[in-house]
């Protein structure tokens, strides 16, 4: 079964930086891509940065490049997806979620976005980041 553990969310204050991390196993890693989306209140979800476990491809919504990096560290069964978020904003203020998503997700990322909610398959449960002013 895929399995999806998202954590790291937290407060913090405009100009901070939070890590979040995503624990993902149950898949064939070199055949996924891993997304990061948020969901802010009263707004629909929408796609942050994700990653292409094949080649390491990155892709980043531009409200956050520049600010926010995505990587990803590979053990036995498990991959790891970390989010680093630097320079954060009130506007950052979300839940956030972590995903996996097959082919169409990598391709996604390969011409350049943008990341779609319907080429990901399995989500895991949101963190939640605030982002005080």
């Known amino acids: 079964d895929v399995q999806l553990q998202a954590y790291g969310g937290g407060l913090v204050q405009t100009g901070g930086s939070l890590r979040l991390s995503c624990a993902a196993s149950g898949f064939r890693f070199d055949l996924h891509a891993i997304g990061w989306f948020r969901q802010a209140p009263g707004k629909e979800r929408e796609g942050v940065s994700a990653i292409s476990s094949s080649d390491g491809s990155r892709y980043y919504e531009d409200s956050v490049k520049g600010r ?62 605030t982002v005080s002013s």
Do not use: H
């Not at 997806?81 to 995903?99: F, G, I, R």
């Not at 943008?114 to 449960?125: A, C, F, I, K, M």
């Open 68 to 129: 926010f990096t995505i990587s990803s560290d590979s053990a036995k069964n498990t991959v790891t997806v970390y989010l680093q978020m630097n320079s954060l904003k009130p506007e950052d203020t979300a839940v956030y979620y972590c995903a996996v998503g097959p082919y169409r997700a990598i391709a996604s990322i390969v011409r350049g976005g943008p990341l779609r909610l319907v080429d990901y398959e399995y989500w895991g449960q949101g963190t939640l980041v």
